[in-house]
């Protein structure tokens, strides 16, 4: 049977990779996006995940039902406005998902590219679950603007943590109508937005976190968990975020171990 494919940021980067991996004759994609993809037999949708009149327009144009939406889009800065950065990385993905998820199939499923910088939400609870409580765009709205110092300085980061978060709402509410909700948090990948990424992190830090992992993620190495997921009839996993970053985090973790076991020795 053919399924509906509805991802967003498929023009370029990860977004990109994922329509290149799973573009096949079994499949109908629907990129949303403010760029065309070039991949043939793609349906490409002028969207901007940041306003919701046009995500309210896309809508119009997408099928009746869905099989699996891929949230992909997502900016690092925006020296112009930096709330643009939440708007589209979360309250719009956030928004495209309660519109849609009534239209995704029993048995389909969401998949959010977050990233591993959103990856310690619960570190951030207090401010990450009052985004996650904002219902209108008007208190997104204020919230932003009576509460900028909580986020003005990483607005990045504190939008991927409250995408992160709420891979767990989601799933819950996906269960209802047997959705998979799950989460990919992808590390340092070369994309059209290394150089954002670099700037942020400062130099010496990204090439360290590079220099660790022996060598920075490509969009084939996301788009390949992606398409494990997409393809997998995996109806047990639900609620699940996924850190991609060729084992960064975890040797965080065992150095943090060694020291302790060095302290006990």
Same mark, same amino acid.
């Given at each position: 049977?053919?399924?509906?494919?509805?991802?967003?940021?498929?023009?370029?980067?990860?977004?990109?990779?994922?329509?290149?991996?799973?573009?096949?004759?079994?499949?109908?994609?629907?990129?949303?996006?403010?760029?065309?993809?070039?991949?043939?037999?793609?349906?490409?949708?002028?969207?901007?995940?940041?306003?919701?009149?046009?995500?309210?327009?896309?809508?119009l144009l997408l099928p009746v039902a869905v099989d699996v939406l891929i949230h992909v889009a997502g900016i690092a800065q925006c020296r112009r406005d930096p709330s643009q950065v939440i708007r589209v990385n979360f309250?719009?993905?956030?928004?495209?998902?309660? +519109?849609?998820?009534?239209?995704?199939t029993p048995g389909g499923q969401v998949l959010i590219v977050a990233s591993s !910088?959103?990856? @310690?939400?619960q570190d951030n609870q207090p401010v990450v679950a009052a985004m996650l409580a904002l219902a209108t765009s008007g208190q997104e709205d204020r919230w932003l603007q009576e509460h900028k110092s909580s986020w003005i300085q990483d607005p990045y980061k504190i939008s991927k943590q409250c995408a992160a978060a709420y891979t767990y709402l989601a799933s819950a509410e996906g269960r209802r109508r047997r959705v998979r909700v799950n989460c990919i948090n992808p590390g340092i990948t070369r994309t059209p937005l290394?150089?954002?990424?670099?700037?942020?992190?400062?130099?010496?830090?990204?090439?360290?976190?590079?220099? +660790?992992?022996?060598?920075?993620?490509?969009?084939?190495?996301?788009?390949?968990?992606?398409?494990?997921? !997409?393809?997998? @009839?995996?109806?047990w996993m639900n609620g699940v975020e996924i850190t991609v970053d060729g084992g960064y985090f975890a040797s965080t973790i065992a150095a943090a171990l060694n020291a302790d076991i060095d302290n006990q020795a």
């Open positions: 049977m053919v399924k509906n494919i509805v991802l967003t940021g498929g023009a370029s980067g990860i977004g990109l990779a994922i329509v290149e991996r799973l573009a096949d004759p079994d499949c109908i994609i629907w990129n949303l996006d403010l760029n065309d993809c070039t991949q043939p037999n793609v349906n490409n949708i002028t969207c901007d995940i940041a306003d919701r009149e046009s995500i309210k327009a896309a809508l309250f719009g993905m956030r928004f495209l998902n309660e +519109q849609l998820i009534d239209r995704i !910088a959103g990856r @310690d939400w290394s150089d954002n990424f670099r700037e942020m992190l400062g130099s010496e830090r990204y090439d360290s976190i590079v220099a +660790q992992t022996g060598r920075a993620g490509e969009p084939q190495d996301v788009a390949a968990v992606v398409e494990l997921l !997409a393809r997998a @009839d995996c109806q």
